[in-house]
């Protein structure tokens, strides 16, 4: 063999070691297969142990359902993107930092292509490091519902889950978009008067006949389904819909409610299929027209659901998609705090309240310190083929949901909503100044002209894609 020959084999099989010996992960971009379009699954219990508090009472018994935290990375062309849904109430402020830098992590990817969101039940964990830390601060000692070393356990688990998933991902060749009407669930919760006011709120669960006999109101009564296939098997079937998930709560056991039971169901009929189910902006809707309360509404609120579900997955029109069809667009935004949030009154009731007293103060004054702080929200979109899922923080009016898909209706769009828990609820201009429980001091943390912000923002995503 010349010389010549064997120093260039030499060489080459050198290199070829010191890319195997490399603790340097090989690019997805590198590979042969950079138009391949690849899914991971993760999903892991975040079900808080005996004696520990969820949002509103300690957890006395864990029943046959668990709560999940669950999703997908999608793997391909550009860096990956995760979605990800958790049976908790709320994710806020540093704690929702938190999930999306850990899931970046674990993905190979950054937190800003990364959305967070919960479901919102409410037997069930919130979660809040800004708060955490005040209360640390002001020399608490029982943390109640914001001491988080629970969540940090899960966080833990989580970044392990994904690690895990991306190494297993799986080719997509389809994806698919299908719509179902829900039908007796969703109402809306203001009740406007003569005046133009609200005169009641028809809570999710509401045992009064005549504010049940109302009209369903404002409400979006599509369930959207987004599936990603390899050949005629759905790997991931992503599901959303928009209404309060509450049947009925403060039992101290923890549930995953109606749609976590629908999402079940789902899983029992198609169980190599991994269902996740995302709330839309459900800010201002829950099932009260059709909860009175009654325990065995939950079920039948529940088959609703799994009805939809089962439906939308059904006429879901497939089509073929590799990486190249995936897009991914974010806008960071600066959302108003509401002008009634005082920073000094809040510190001076930290500094002096009972710790029995510790109600929304420190979730209040986080909120209002990251917004002076410069901090930006990120409001995103998946584009997958002509589908569009934003994603939007707080407990958001189904106004936003509504106005999205009338922005592009040659579109097939769906919003995630309830993702950083910071803002609290997120009414319309006009709502600030109807009364009503959703927009007053207690539960929104935001100025009336947040509604410009976010529909700029909305606008510029659907466009951007």
């Known amino acids: 063999m010349p010389i010549f020959v064997r120093t260039l084999l030499a060489i080459c099989g050198c290199l070829v070691l010191s890319l195997v010996a ?175 006011n609200v005169y009641a709120t028809r809570y999710t669960t509401c045992r009064d006949p005549k504010l049940r006999a109302e009209p369903e109101g404002t409400i979006d009564p599509e369930l959207s389904c987004l599936v990603f296939y390899q050949d005629d098997a759905p790997l991931a079937c992503l599901t959303y819909y928009a209404c309060h998930p509450q049947s009925y709560y403060r039992t101290g056991v923890p549930s995953p409610d109606f749609p976590g039971i629908a999402r079940f169901m789902r899983g029992q009929d198609l169980p190599e299929t991994l269902h996740v189910h995302f709330n839309g902006a459900g800010g201002n809707l829950g099932a009260g027209k059709y909860n009175d309360g009654s325990k065995e509404n939950r079920m039948k609120l529940a088959m609703r659901v799994d009805d939809a579900m089962e439906r939308a997955l059904a006429e879901a029109k497939r089509f073929p998609v590799t ?49 002076r702080s410069g901090h930006k929200v990120d409001v995103s979109c998946l584009a997958v083929g002509d589908a569009r899922v934003l994603h939007l923080p707080g407990e958001l009016f189904v106004e936003y949901q509504l106005a ?49 912000i976010l529909m700029d923002a909305i606008g510029q995503l659907l466009e951007a894609q």
């Open 22 to 196: 490399s603790d340097q992960p090989v690019a997805a971009n590198d590979s042969s297969e950079s138009d391949g379009l690849r899914l991971a699954r993760f999903d892991i219990d975040v079900t808080p142990p005996l004696g520990s508090e969820m949002a509103y009472d300690p957890v006395r018994r864990v029943d046959e359902l668990t709560l999940r935290c669950r999703g997908i990375v999608l793997q391909g062309g550009e860096q990956p993107i995760v979605l990800c849904a958790v049976d908790w109430i709320g994710i806020a402020n540093e704690s929702h930092d938190a999930f999306r830098q850990r899931l970046a992590e674990a993905a190979g990817t950054t937190a800003d292509r990364v959305a967070v969101h919960c479901l919102h039940q409410h037997d069930a964990p919130r979660c809040d490091f800004t708060a955490e830390q005040l209360l640390h601060h002001y020399g608490a000692t029982d943390l109640g519902s914001l001491e988080g070393s629970f969540a940090r356990e899960v966080l833990d688990r989580l970044g392990d889950a994904v690690t895990r998933a991306v190494q297993d991902s799986q080719p997509v060749t389809h994806a698919g978009f299908g719509v179902a009407e829900v039908e007796k669930v969703a109402s809306n919760r203001r009740l406007l008067g003569p005046d133009g």
């Open 323 to 371: 990486a190249k069809d995936i897009g991914w667009e974010s806008v960071a935004v600066a959302l108003p705090p509401a002008p009634h949030l005082d920073e000094q009154k809040l510190r001076t009731t930290l500094a002096s309240a009972q710790e029995s007293e510790f109600l929304g103060a420190p979730a209040e004054l986080a909120w209002l310190l990251r917004c």
């Open 404 to 452: 999205a898909k009338k922005m592009r209706p040659e579109l097939n769009v769906a919003m995630a909503a309830y993702g950083d828990y910071g803002p609290g609820y997120i009414g319309t201009e006009v709502a600030y100044s109807q009364g009503g429980y959703e927009t007053s001091q207690r539960a929104s943390k935001v100025d009336k002209s947040v509604e410009k």
